[in-house]
């Protein structure tokens, strides 16, 4: 690395792939796009991970493989303390506190700097490496945020192209493989496949994780067909709605065309909330 002091994200992926077999360069990159992590770039847009950044992304690793967290409660177990360490989480079962941030010196970046360049150096105290700011990083607001009940859950969803896997959807959403082929088998989340691999886009994603908070109650996939079926009536009720616009195929209908769909479907959302509060009423006491 000639000396340098922070890694690139292949060299991350080297370095923490023995501890967390499964991660990959697309998982890191999601963790970034949900506002988990934002390492440096350099002038030319490559990512910059010093040693806190390492660190915190261990720290979630760890959240998401010991403790099966989800992504919004490691997001707001993420504080800092006043040495730049991730706050401690709680396990679940025995209380200790696990904290993701307490390596021993060398530090990961610059113990694999100074053993790149060579034994002499790699023996060497080399303390502990920051930003240049000295400051570790904070995480960023994801690009959208939907809650999906008024104050208990937030689904983070990048809306991008499909980039992960089977196995890192899983991972990220905390269900299992299986969870996420049933998920697919009823028809509520859907892949592309790509040169023999199928990959899941972040609305996959957001489904999943709703669907992972559904399991907690020991609702199932096959339970929540109901809700493919309404969206598949509603979404045809629409079509119909925008379909005489679409026919006059010039961009201003057709943008006017996409502008309807989007208000109507921010409407029949906030109808949907209003009538099931309604139906409920008699069970929730009115709030």
């Given at each position: 690395?000639?000396?340098?002091?922070?890694l690139?994200?292949?060299q991350?992926?080297?370095?923490?792939?023995?501890?967390?077999?499964?991660?990959?360069?697309?998982?890191?990159?999601?963790?970034?796009s949900?506002g988990?992590?934002?390492?440096?770039?350099?002038?030319?847009?490559?990512?910059?991970?010093?040693?806190?950044?390492?660190?915190?992304?261990?720290?979630?690793?760890?959240?998401?493989?010991?403790?099966?967290?989800?992504?919004k409660v490691?997001k707001?177990?993420?504080g800092?303390?006043?040495?730049g360490?991730p706050?401690?989480?709680?396990?679940?079962?025995s209380?200790?506190?696990?904290r993701?941030a307490?390596p021993?010196?060398?530090?990961?970046?610059?113990?694999?700097?100074?053993?790149?360049r060579?034994?002499?150096?790699?023996?060497?105290?080399?303390?502990?490496?920051?930003?240049?700011?000295?400051?570790?990083p904070?995480?960023?607001?994801?690009?959208?945020?939907r809650?999906?009940?008024?104050?208990?859950?937030?689904?983070?969803?990048?809306?991008?192209?499909?980039t992960l896997t089977i196995e890192?959807?899983?991972?990220?959403?905390?269900?299992?493989?299986a969870d996420?082929?049933?998920?697919e088998r009823?028809?509520?989340i859907?892949?592309?496949r790509?040169a023999?691999?199928?990959y899941?886009?972040?609305?996959?994603?957001?489904?999943?994780?709703v669907?992972a908070?559904?399991?907690?109650f020991g609702?199932?996939a096959r339970?929540?067909r109901m809700?493919?079926?309404a969206?598949e009536?509603?979404?045809g009720?629409?079509?119909?709605?925008?379909?005489?616009?679409?026919?006059?195929?010039?961009?201003?209908?057709r943008?006017?065309?996409?502008?309807?769909?989007?208000?109507?479907?921010?409407l029949?959302?906030?109808?949907?909330?209003?009538?099931?509060r309604l139906?409920l009423?008699e069970y929730?006491?009115?709030s």
């Open positions: 690395m000639n000396g340098r002091p922070y690139s994200i292949g991350v992926l080297d370095l923490l792939k023995q501890e967390f077999p499964d991660l990959t360069i697309s998982k890191i990159r999601f963790l970034e949900q988990l992590l934002d390492p440096e770039r350099t002038p030319s847009g490559y990512r910059k991970f010093y040693d806190p950044d390492v660190e915190r992304l261990r720290y979630i690793l760890r959240a998401q493989q010991e403790q099966y967290l989800p992504l490691i707001g177990r993420l800092t303390d006043d040495d360490e706050e401690p989480v709680e396990a679940p079962s209380g200790a506190r696990v993701a307490a021993a010196a060398p530090t990961p970046v610059r113990a694999a700097a100074a053993a790149a060579g034994p002499s150096a790699a023996a060497e105290d080399l303390g502990t490496s920051r930003h240049p700011s000295g400051v570790a904070k995480a960023t607001p994801p690009a959208v945020l809650a999906v009940t008024e104050d208990e859950v937030e689904v983070e969803s990048d809306e991008g192209p499909a890192e959807i899983a991972t990220v959403s905390g269900l299992t493989v996420i082929s049933e998920l009823f028809g509520l859907a892949g592309k790509i023999g691999t199928t899941y886009d972040g609305d996959c994603v957001t489904i999943a994780g669907a908070r559904f399991r907690s609702v199932e339970h929540l809700y493919r079926t969206v009536r509603e979404a009720f629409f079509e119909q709605v925008v379909t005489p616009m679409l026919k006059q195929r010039n961009p201003q209908a943008r006017q065309a996409v502008e309807t769909l989007l208000e109507m479907s921010r029949g959302s906030a109808l949907r909330d209003a009538v099931l139906a009423r929730t006491g009115g």
